[in-house]
C-alpha cells in the first residue's frame, strides 16, 4: 500500500475503522487516530498526508486546537486541506474559516466522499 494521504481523527474510537474501511474502498490510503496530539505527530512527521479529517468536538483537543496546531507546525507549502466532521450542528459557528468544509454526522457518505474527492484535488 501506498503512503497514506488521509488523516482521520475522532476520539470515538469505534468509527475508526470503518472511517478506514471507507476510505480505502474509494481507493485511499488512510490513518486513523484518536488522539489529536499523536495525530498531530503523525502528521508533522508524514510528507504524504495531504488531508486531514477531523472530529470538531473531542477531550483533549477539539478539532479547531488541532488544525491551528497543524498548520503552526507544518510549512505552508504541504498545502495539507481540512475537513471538520460534527454530531452537533450548533457547534459549526465555531469554526470560522469557510473555506473548511463541516459536515454532520452521521456523515452522509456521497457528501462526505466529494469533499473527500475536492481535498485531495486542492491539495495537489
Excluded: C, H, W
Excluded at 472530529?55 to 504541504?78: E, F, T
Aim: net charge negative.
Amino acid at each position: 500500500m501506498t503512503a497514506a494521504s488521509i488523516m482521520l481523527v475522532d476520539d470515538e474510537t469505534d468509527i475508526l475503522p470503518e472511517y478506514q474501511e471507507l476510505m480505502e474502498a474509494f481507493g485511499y490510503s488512510a490513518l486513523t487516530e484518536s488522539d489529536p496530539e499523536a495525530a498531530l505527530s503523525t502528521i508533522v512527521r508524514t510528507p504524504e498526508i495531504k488531508v486531514l479529517v477531523t472530529d470538531l468536538k473531542m477531550a483533549k483537543m477539539d478539532g479547531i486546537g488541532l488544525i491551528d496546531a497543524v498548520r503552526a507546525n507544518v510549512a505552508p507549502d504541504r498545502n495539507i486541506q481540512f475537513i471538520v466532521v460534527s454530531g452537533d450542528a450548533a457547534r459549526r459557528s465555531l469554526l470560522d474559516d469557510p473555506d473548511i468544509p463541516v459536515l454532520l454526522k452521521p456523515l452522509d457518505l456521497d457528501a462526505f466522499l466529494s469533499a473527500i474527492r475536492k481535498a485531495m484535488a486542492d491539495a495537489q
